[in-house]
């Protein structure tokens, strides 16, 4: 059967297109090889789960790995009270060693297990567990490495703190009791900080257990390289005689290299793009169209992935706060891992790190968080700004392509006669929205944008557009004078230049009460930008 690209559940190299995990599992095994306890928490569908499946395999030959997973391995009930707790823990412990073939070597010690839970029946509890559990790693071949994935599905009760308590004490007596080499829990929340999960009424248990836990630092997400070396792969089995270099720089650009998204767009263009319209073989959907095309169908599908994401802004008014400050007003926030809002942010997957600042982690959930918030407006019925996009959405369409300048004078002209009257401070911050509600029915079904975030601030964000193959950039500003809006000429022109075009659009908001409203052509060098002022 030949190999697909996959996006549900672990990856497998023998049934699946990935990217090679041999430097990452060389880098994790050496915080093993060092009895280091870690956890690995990063956003859903970020390559956890197949990155222990990879890693198990990898460290077979020099450790008995006992992998588990709380979600498939425990339920709800095993977590009522130590004593469920426990020999649910001890049974999958068994489970594990048979299918990894050492359980007839270690059967002395699991009979002994055994025999204490008949025992002490309910009065079998963690204590007992870790005790039996030492006996285990002492008399086992090799260390042992404790992997759980899904670890903090557990993390709002009191039997998993007790849980890592236990893993805590024996981590500080290893000296002197034997324990297992090395401790990995995956997960989206890190365990470290469960005081966020922990019910008010075990307030004296706020400092987490796991504090004996080393940082896990390691970028997960795919590289350029990554992901040209699975391209390769594919393309060795089907000859689409694809640019390789051009497709993987597209596919980071808009993914930032998170790993599903990777997947689903190389997917998309296999199975979903090849075939249809101008797309007829794998040759043509291989390409940059291709590549649009795909984007196109990633904010189509019922992604599990944004619907995970726009669940937990349906949940939390603050984090829905920071981003729509952060897409709409152009914000800086100085990234600050103790801010628990941006903490979350990060850790959900919606912004990352870059030069000091909290960003929106990649292009694909700018767009997707962009469409979400326009949403909310557009169900709103007082909304005339989308009503009247979508009215006019047919006189923009002309020869097969999108007539740009005339979106520009129709959005001012309802502008000025829906919002004239508003307060110019809250039209300044919002501006930007209204030009996308206006936009977004527009494009709707044929095109998309994005916002280029090397250039959003409060001052200034630029507008790309894809529309059937062409490219239109628009530069959103506020007027700040005559010397600003010359330095955004510039700035557009050489902007275009990146984008290897030559005409370019200025949309400037400006709320001095002498302006001049209208569009109006400025040759800038060899570039034609066409400037809207309202």
């Not at 039997?159 to 290893?174: H, N, P, T």
């Not at 400050?325 to 997957?349: C, H, R, S, W």
Request: with cysteine; proline share 2%; net charge negative.
């Amino acid at each position: 059967m030949p190999k697909k690209f996959n996006i549900v559940g672990s990856c497998s190299p023998e049934k699946h297109y990935m990217v090679n995990l041999q430097n990452r599992l060389v880098q994790i095994k050496k915080l093993i090889d060092d009895g280091q306890y870690f956890t690995i928490n990063r956003g859903r569908q970020y390559g956890k789960t197949t990155t222990l499946f990879a890693l198990q395999e990898y460290l077979s030959p020099e450790y008995i790995v006992i992998r588990l997973d709380f979600e498939g391995n425990m339920s709800e009930v095993e977590f009522e009270n130590q004593y469920e707790f426990s020999t649910a823990f001890a049974d999958a412990i068994k489970q594990t060693l048979k299918r990894t073939g050492y359980y007839a070597e270690l059967k002395d010690q699991i009979k002994e297990i055994d025999r204490k839970i008949d025992k002490f029946g309910e009065r079998f509890r963690l204590v007992k567990l870790f005790s039996l559990l030492s006996d285990l790693c002492a008399a086992a071949p090799k260390p042992m490495v404790l992997m759980i994935d899904e670890a903090d599905q557990a993390s709002n009760n009191q039997v998993f703190l007790d849980f890592l308590g236990q893993l805590r004490y024996y981590y500080m007596e290893r000296k002197n009791l034997p324990t297992f080499q090395s401790v990995i829990l995956a997960g989206v929340h890190d365990v470290r900080n469960l005081k966020q999960k922990i019910k008010r009424d075990t307030e004296h248990r706020y400092n987490s257990p796991w504090n004996i836990a080393v940082p896990f630092d390691m970028d997960m997400s795919f590289s350029t390289e990554d992901i040209a070396g699975m391209l390769s792969e594919y393309e060795s089995d089907y000859h689409t005689g694809m640019n390789i270099s051009e497709i993987s720089q597209l596919i980071y650009d808009y993914t930032s290299g998170y790993p599903v998204l990777v997947s689903s767009f190389c997917k998309l263009m296999d199975e979903k793009v090849t075939g249809t319209g101008q797309f007829p073989t794998r040759t043509e959907a291989w390409t940059k169209t291709g590549f649009l095309k795909a984007e196109k169908m990633i904010y189509d599908a019922n992604s599990a992935l944004f619907g995970s994401l726009f669940n937990k802004l349906e949940d939390d008014e603050q984090l829905r706060k920071l981003l729509y400050e952060i897409l709409f007003t152009g914000i800086k926030a100085p990234y600050n891992q103790y801010d628990a809002i941006i903490g979350m942010a990060v850790m959900y997957g919606f912004l990352k790190k870059e030069d000091e600042n909290a960003v929106i982690a990649n292009r694909i959930f700018e767009t997707a968080l962009y469409n979400w918030f326009i949403s909310i407006e557009i169900r709103k019925s007082d909304n005339k700004m989308f009503k009247a996009g979508l009215a006019e959405k047919s006189l923009f369409i002309q020869n097969h392509g999108l007539n740009v300048e005339l979106i520009l004078e129709k959005f001012i002209q309802y502008f000025d006669d829906i919002y004239e009257n508003r307060l110019p401070k809250f039209v300044e911050e919002v501006g930007r929205q209204y030009f996308l509600l206006f936009l977004k029915p527009i494009i709707n079904g044929t095109g998309n944008y994005y916002i280029e975030a090397r250039t959003r601030n409060q001052q200034r964000t630029d507008i790309v557009i894809d529309y059937l193959g062409e490219q239109h950039i628009i530069e959103l500003k506020i007027w700040r004078g005559q010397q600003y809006h010359a330095d955004g000429e510039k700035q557009l022109s050489d902007y275009l230049d990146y984008y290897h075009l030559k005409k370019g659009y200025m949309l400037t908001f400006n709320f001095n009460q002498k302006k001049e409203i209208g569009v109006k052509h400025v040759t800038y060098k060899d570039k034609e930008l066409i400037e809207a002022t309202v």
